[in-house]
């Protein structure tokens, strides 16, 4: 059985179809054009050059295009980048789809989806569970097969759904050991944050920003969408103001892309845990493929840090 792209060490030959999610155009030094082309199968992601593209090539190797790839694991600034050697696109006689090729949650949609219907019917504030279970009904389906980003963190199938459900248990341990916080506020602000990213994002195979996604951005349409809920739902009072303070400032910092820091105390949590999961997740898929006693590849989004696993590392435990 042939080994993922995850799975594969510097120096080894790589023979298999992948799949193009995305395509940057270049011009190297010798002011011939080259494509940076992000690979991906069901284990991971991996860069790759080609270079001295023709305007065929360009028209050829574009995103959500299947490939068939020879070529070699290399480190390249401390990261793996794959050596091209050979490369085609397929055809039908190759039997492939892009679902083959993409990363999804290792938890099913459906569990998923009936974990975050419990916490919010344990909400016992009406107005704050009634706008929760309004826009989560209202983007279910999207919600449940979107990814959390384009890269960096949660970037798969069904990321969106897989981070939100690590926060709701992260919040509920959270707001076990400090009972001042508002329980139902903050499942709400952790469910409610990155929602609209069903709308900024445009799909869970090869995920791409949307015009309205890079004009407006997630946090300021779910803002909105609040408003609108609270309107067709008839709701008033501060629930709505506050959990549209939660969802504006989850980020943190206006450098990190919030309007508005936390100023109250969901609002900071909500920010911490966000943190917590996406950092983890990252570093999780970074020493998944390293060996006890080496150094992971450098994480840009982490200070571009590269990460040690300790040789006395065990690997969990399959649940």
């Not at 120096?11 to 995305?22: P, R």
């Not at 279910?140 to 963190?153: I, L, W």
């Amino acid at each position: 059985m042939k080994k993922g792209l995850n799975h594969h060490q510097i120096g080894d030959t790589v023979e298999q179809y992948l799949l193009i999610k995305a395509v940057k155009k270049g011009t190297a030094s010798n002011g011939k054009p080259f494509l940076t082309l992000q690979l991906s199968d069901k284990t991971g992601e991996i860069e790759a050059k080609l270079w001295g593209v023709t305007p065929e090539d360009e028209a050829t190797f574009v995103g959500a295009v299947i490939v068939h790839v020879q070529g070699e694991i290399q480190e390249f600034r401390g990261m793996r980048q794959l050596k091209i050697k050979a490369i085609r696109p397929t055809s039908g006689m190759d039997q492939v789809k892009p679902s083959d090729f993409v990363q999804s949650a290792p938890v099913s949609p459906q569990e998923m989806a009936e974990k975050i219907t419990q916490y919010i019917f344990e909400m016992e504030n009406a107005k704050i569970q009634r706008l929760t279970r309004h826009l989560f009904k209202k983007h279910q389906q999207a919600f449940m097969e979107s990814p959390a980003a384009t890269k960096n963190h949660h970037e798969f199938v069904s990321g969106l759904a897989y981070h939100v459900v690590s926060m709701l248990d992260l919040a509920k341990a959270v707001a076990e050991l400090y009972p001042s916080l508002d329980k139902d506020l903050l499942f709400a602000g952790v469910i409610l944050h990155d929602l609209a990213k069903v709308r900024e994002l445009s799909g869970p195979i090869v995920s791409q920003y949307t015009t309205e996604g890079i004009l407006l951005g997630h946090i300021t349409m779910i803002v909105n969408e609040i408003a609108e809920a609270a309107k067709e739902l008839d709701i008033d009072g501060e629930e709505v103001l506050v959990l549209q303070h939660l969802v504006l400032s989850h980020h943190g910092k206006e450098e990190w892309g919030s309007p508005k820091p936390p100023m109250i105390r969901e609002a900071e949590i909500l920010h911490m845990i966000d943190n917590i999961d996406a950092k983890m997740n990252m570093m999780d898929r970074a020493l998944e493929r390293v060996v006890p006693g080496e150094f992971s590849e450098r994480i840009y989004p982490l200070d571009n840090r590269s990460f040690y696993k300790p040789k006395f590392h065990k690997p969990p435990l399959d649940m």
